[in-house]
């Protein structure tokens, strides 16, 4: 049996996600880059060795207790709440059942560190940890903006303990875990956090999934003529601000316009139903409806799939604390045209990779879109760079920073210890 104090034994590490399987596809349900970075994160981590177990909320009757993924990865559906898909904001009321259950869990089932995704998983993580001495690490992936501040747009409080439950946790947790310098700066500013704590960890992307239209491996309809197509993906939220990328492709000379192809559907809450009507609405109103596309929540291999069929990716989201699809992007060779916000300044090279918009001025959208199309050498310029800087990110560098953060975590821990 290895030395329980050696540095390089394995890890048995818990990841927290009460509010959506890292199993959904992101663009359903509450699924997003959340669970893409998980999943990934926690593959990578078990490549390597280490016992990863995956615990989230039973959301479906059918679904098994515990599942065996795959060699050293586990997941587990605890009992909280009704086993169906509820709100998001709903999932506060279920905290407290999910904290049991988590307790039950982690009673039978040794760990070494808990990682606790959204505010949701910290809260209810937080006691247990504490009650069996365990280390805890945050993640927030997104975080509420007061009503008085400029990010309010489309990151308003889901539910209403979460303005007070994100800053409890900054300045509870063991240690809190970013994606982005933009992430760091609103923990630090809006949540008071420590900054000996806050560890930058960027995410990776999978560059032999996500590949580009000229390489070897991609399917035939790669390189068959057609129409110019733009593409976004995520779910159907305000945050995202397809609405911006409709208004824009709308302003495009028609010489050059884009087919729109959206990916993605509606988060189960009135928000999102309403956003998606609205969506609808502007089509029709821009005469649209022959050149906009929606094709629902694909898989990772479709989307990869989809990729090598487009000439731009868009992504005019208000905020992002990272830009995970802008990743995936780069890594097929796409070009993307983004909002300049949160973390979308650290996944697109402006000028170089892509394009960052401070503006929300369709207009300016809409320039910026034309300018790329009609120039195929600074398309294909971007494209080849995109690609290069999407091969400096991999989900196996994501494992190696946050398992340093866990090995710290852990030493801390330590009878003896400062921590313990």
């Not at 399917?219 to 057609?226: S, Y």
């Amino acid at each position: 049996m290895p030395d329980v104090l050696s540095d390089e034994r394995p890890l048995r590490i818990a990841f927290v996600v009460l509010h959506t399987s890292p199993l959904d596809e992101p663009g359903t349900k509450d699924a997003g880059g959340m669970n893409v970075v998980v999943l990934a994160q926690a593959e990578a981590l078990a490549a390597r060795g280490h016992q990863v177990e995956l615990i989230t909320r039973r959301s479906d009757p059918d679904s098994a207790p515990t599942v065996q993924l795959r060699e050293n990865l586990c997941l587990h559906n605890l009992d909280a709440g009704p086993a169906r898909l509820i709100a998001k904001g709903e999932h506060e009321h279920v905290i407290r059942e999910f904290q049991d259950a988590l307790a039950t869990l982690l009673g039978e089932l040794p760990v070494d560190v808990l990682h606790a995704q959204h505010w949701f998983s910290g809260v209810a993580a937080l006691p247990v940890a504490r009650e069996f001495g365990i280390p805890i690490a945050q993640s927030f992936h997104s975080i509420a903006a007061d009503s008085s501040t400029p990010l309010a747009d489309g990151e308003r409080a889901e539910s209403p303990g979460r303005l007070a439950g994100e800053a409890m946790l900054a300045k509870s947790v063991d240690a809190i875990v970013v994606v982005s310098r933009a992430e760091r700066d609103t923990v630090l500013s809006r949540l008071g956090g420590d900054p000996a704590i806050t560890h930058i960890v960027p995410p990776g992307v999978d560059a032999d999934l996500f590949f580009p239209a000229w390489d070897a491996r991609a399917e035939p309809a790669a390189h068959e003529q057609r129409p110019r197509r733009a593409l976004s993906a995520g779910r159907l939220h305000p945050l995202k601000g397809f609405d911006l990328a409709l208004d824009a492709i709308a302003e495009v000379d028609a010489d050059v316009r884009p087919d729109y192809v959206l990916v993605g559907a509606a988060p189960p809450d009135a928000d999102g139903r309403e956003y998606e009507a609205r969506l609808h609405d502007a089509v029709e109103q821009h005469g649209l409806a022959d050149h906009v596309q929606y094709i629902g929540s694909l898989s990772r291999h479709a989307l990869a799939a989809q990729l090598r069929l487009v000439d731009l990716v868009l992504i005019p989201s208000h905020s992002e604390t990272y830009g995970l699809v802008a990743l995936e992007a780069a890594a097929s060779g796409v070009p993307v045209v983004a909002s300049a916000a949160g973390g979308l300044r650290e996944a697109v090279v402006d000028g170089v990779t892509g394009i960052l918009l401070e503006t929300r001025d369709p207009a300016d959208w809409a320039a910026a879109i034309a300018g790329i199309l009609r120039q195929s050498e600074v398309a294909e310029r971007m494209s080849r760079a995109a690609r290069e800087h999407a091969l400096t990110h991999s989900w196996d560098l994501s494992a190696e920073g946050l398992l340093s953060v866990f090995r710290d975590l852990v030493a801390q821990a330590r009878p003896g210890s400062a921590r313990a």
